[in-house]
């Protein structure tokens, strides 16, 4: 049995959590340079606001109906992800953290008698111990417990928490007649809403007269494996009851790390690509050295954006040995930008990307000694040192110079609001 | 000596002090014991000065525990955040109104230099 549990309307809940005052308001939350929606309270839902519009586009309905823009602010919204997240995992130790807003929990080792008032329970326990209110659903595939979990969300009266469970003496992926059990859950739930199926294969589902997820197991496999291929009918067995994904296994680590962003303007000079591209360069490096990795290859790609006249380009070296030096990663980033660059084009994004990567114990190479024990303790302290004084007062405190020629490249934040759990000096003030 | 698993220091000596040693005192452990229901914030003003909670104080909340009588909470009223003293008579904390209570006081950080 799994459980899914969605926060709603989490970048908006983060917010609101500081700012009372905003519990009945309209909220809307900005990413990538405040360009789109990517958060929506239920009021902005309701004014037909779709998920992702470009703020041009719904700049005035917004206003009209005096509803507060914030800037994405991921500080906050990792720091408070993670507090979700290790609530759940007291509750339920196999878990798998889906997304910043979504994990599945594995049931089998847990005794639960009612899975309907577990999953409501889950939901008040998460959303009072960290203020952030959540959707439980449970049922024995992934599938049924993403549907439950909306179901949830949608109807107010199932209190946060919905659990669609089989009676025990029918057999997962049964005849029409055995699925009854889902009759009531499924035939008023949306195609559109089914994870697996979404806004692109929902047209063609509704062409053929199949609006509901009721009619979408009805139909046969053949006919469902021709038209949405093996993903589909898993999709429609997972609903049925069968379990075809099984839970995830812990993943080993990372097989890329990367970091990239949007320029708050678009950039042509090569000065200041070189300050962006270092930055991202330093970041990729943090984030490496985060997770006790290493790299081999590093990358980075410029792209002039949807409207380019130009294709991305991209450019990797390998270095000798596999690494985690700050210095290094940016020298190679700067390098490679002169093989990437090119004069009079405008520049709207660019990544560097790290990857053949191998765990810092691991050695990779006993033949080829790279340097010697002293100047990799010596490499590995300075970056230690660096990434502490971050840690605490703040990213940027310390950056390589050549990160600084420029800003032209950081994007817009206009309304970001304080990192209120993770600094000091933005803490909420009680007055 | 060589192959005495102790740490030696530079001497070439090991300590024997070094052994079940403990790490040092952490504010953390004594002030935070559920993380994830955790929140700092910091009072400006003299409003809350009766209840021993001054200007520039961090108030340690914890957003877990079930309020009780004669604790001191967080609450939203009319979308403000206030600092409420719960009355300690157990009769009049049972007749309270459900109020919006985002988190139980459960330190105060009190800067005195």
Sequence with gaps: ?431 | MSDDPIKENSSGFPNPALDGQDLGLDLNELVVKHPASTFYMRVEGEEYAQAGIYSGDIVVLDRSLEARAGNTVLVTTDGQMKIVELPKNADDFAQLESTDIWGVITHVVSPKR
């Design chain 1, 1 to 431: 049995m799994y459980a899914l549990v969605d926060c709603n309307n989490f970048f908006v809940s983060c917010e609101r959590l500081f700012r009372p005052e905003l519990r009945d308001v309209p909220v809307a939350v900005l990413s990538n340079n405040d360009g789109c929606v990517v958060a929506r309270s239920n009021e902005v839902k309701a004014l037909g606001v779709p998920m992702g519009t470009p703020h041009f586009k719904a700049k005035d309905v917004l206003e009209r109906h005096k509803a507060v823009l914030f800037s994405a602010n991921f500080r906050l919204y990792g720091d408070m992800s993670s507090r979700v997240v290790q609530v759940l995992t007291a509750i339920a130790p196999q878990i798998e953290v889906y997304s910043v807003d979504e994990s599945f929990l594995d049931l089998s080792e847990l005794r639960i008698d009612d899975y309907e008032q577990w999953a409501k329970d889950v939901a008040a326990v998460v959303e009072k111990r960290t203020g952030i209110p959540v959707s439980v659903g449970v049922a024995p595939t992934k599938t049924l417990a993403k549907l439950a979990a909306e179901q949830a969300k949608k109807d107010a009266n199932l209190k946060g928490g919905h659990a669609i469970i089989p009676p025990n003496d029918v057999a997962a992926n049964s005849t029409e007649v055995e699925q009854m059990w889902l009759k009531d859950d499924l035939c008023s739930f949306p195609v559109e809403d089914i994870w697996g199926i979404g806004r692109r294969l929902a047209p063609m589902l509704r062409d053929f007269g199949v609006t509901t997820a009721w009619e979408f197991i009805q139909l046969p496999d053949a006919w469902i494996r021709k038209k949405m291929s093996i993903k589909g009918l898993q999709t429609a067995q997972e609903i049925r009851g069968l379990d075809c994904y099984g839970f995830a296994v812990p993943r080993d680590i990372a097989k890329m790390v990367s970091a990239s962003r949007s320029f708050g303007s678009s950039l042509s000079q090569l000065h200041e690509l070189e300050a962006a591209v270092s930055s991202l360069a330093f970041r990729a490096g943090y984030r490496l050295r985060r997770q006790s990795l290493n790299a081999r290859t590093i990358s980075i790609y410029l792209s002039g954006g949807k409207k380019a006249t130009f294709s991305s380009k991209k450019a990797s070296i390998t270095f000798d040995y596999p690494l985690n030096d700050s210095a290094a990663i940016v020298s190679a980033s700067i390098e490679l930008l002169k093989d990437a660059y090119a004069s009079g084009r405008d520049y709207k994004k660019a990544g560097v990307i790290l990857q053949d990567i191998t765990g810092s114990s691991e050695q990779q190479m006993p033949l080829l000694k790279p340097l010697d024990e002293r100047t990799l303790t010596k490499i590995a302290r300075k970056n230690t040192s660096i990434d502490s004084i971050n840690d605490r007062w703040g990213s940027g405190t310390i950056s390589y110079a050549i990160s600084k020629t420029s800003d032209k490249w950081v994007s817009k934040r206009e309304n970001v609001s304080p990192a209120y759990t993770t600094r000091w000096a933005e803490i909420p003030t009680i007055s």
